[in-house]
């Protein structure tokens, strides 16, 4: 299994499902409580290439976005205990199943667990229950990215492979959050909306990005889920001269040589991390 993930090019998805109580009402916010819980893939475990290599540890990969969010909360409240369950390389339908980088390769985690993500998460939940808030999560750009690299960006391909996979992503995300709520009822949860590293070596890909990141929407609406989108502060950032230089500067795909790491650098994630803190509005809790 590849541990690198990407946003990746897929179609639109509507998504309905029954709401379960809301963390808040939009615009309400709430304090972080004792313990911060980090779901997701590689981006949740802060994954870069060129950290990656012998003697690599999980404490190798400490600049990620929850890393840098965690901080933030810091500032607001140093208790607050950080479990990142975040595996390389998971899959809406893996995040189920067991985590591939710990089992097979033996690979260390951030928080070691045996059982898959979800239980893991679940059992954490209800070991501390109305202690846990917030909750982040990224899923679903890798389960995708198997049908864009089995079918070698062939459009013929993607177009009769992908929608089955798109409903599959949607159905599990929705169950993901379903469970994440119904044990958590009153806590944050925050989920990512993806950048576009692929823009540098396939640019009219953003359009359909912007459609992954409305299914990843549609999913999280009705258990009053949060957005976080890395979209306009990596591809979109006006401090860059072009799409293309932001996404050169941002992640790993142009340098160092030879490139083609579509995970954030240190500075990227930081972006990323801001963007969760702003969507969690702990910052608006000290005005």
Not at 66 to 82: E, N
Not at 187 to 215: F, H, K, R
Not at 248 to 262: E, K, S, Y
Request: aromatic letters at 10%.
């Amino acid at each position: 299994m590849r541990v690198r993930i990407a946003a990746i090019c897929v179609a639109v998805l509507t998504l309905v499902a029954g709401a379960l109580p809301a963390a808040a009402a939009p615009g309400q916010y709430q304090a972080p409580r004792k313990y911060y819980l980090a779901l997701g893939d590689s981006l949740a475990y802060g994954f870069e290439q060129t950290k990656f290599g012998a003697g690599a540890t999980a404490q190798t990969f400490d600049t990620g976005y929850v890393d840098d969010f965690a901080r933030a909360i810091h500032g607001l409240r140093p208790d607050v205990g950080v479990t990142n369950y975040g595996c390389p390389g998971e899959t809406t339908s893996s995040y189920f199943g067991g985590c591939a980088w710990h089992a097979l390769y033996g690979l260390p985690l951030h928080s070691t667990y045996t059982s898959s993500q979800e239980t893991a998460a679940l059992a954490f939940l209800n070991a501390h229950p109305g202690q846990v808030s917030p909750i982040t999560i990224d899923l679903g750009a890798n389960d995708a990215l198997g049908v864009i690299n089995g079918c070698h960006f062939d459009s013929t391909c993607i177009a009769g492979t992908l929608p089955g996979v798109l409903q599959t992503i949607g159905a599990n995300l929705s169950l993901t959050l379903a469970h994440l709520r119904a044990a958590a009822p009153r806590s944050e949860i925050i989920v990512m909306q993806y950048y576009n590293p692929l823009y540098v070596v396939a640019p009219t890909t953003d359009p359909l990005l912007a459609q992954l990141n409305g299914v990843i929407a549609a999913a999280a609406a009705p258990y009053g889920a949060r957005l976080a989108n890395a979209f306009p502060v990596i591809n979109g950032n006006p401090l860059f001269t072009s799409e293309a230089a932001a996404v050169c500067g941002l992640t790993g795909m142009c340098m160092p040589a030879p490139g083609g790491d579509i995970h954030a650098n240190d500075q990227g994630y930081a972006l990323i991390g801001n963007e969760f803190w702003v969507a969690s509005g702990y910052g608006q809790l000290n005005d």
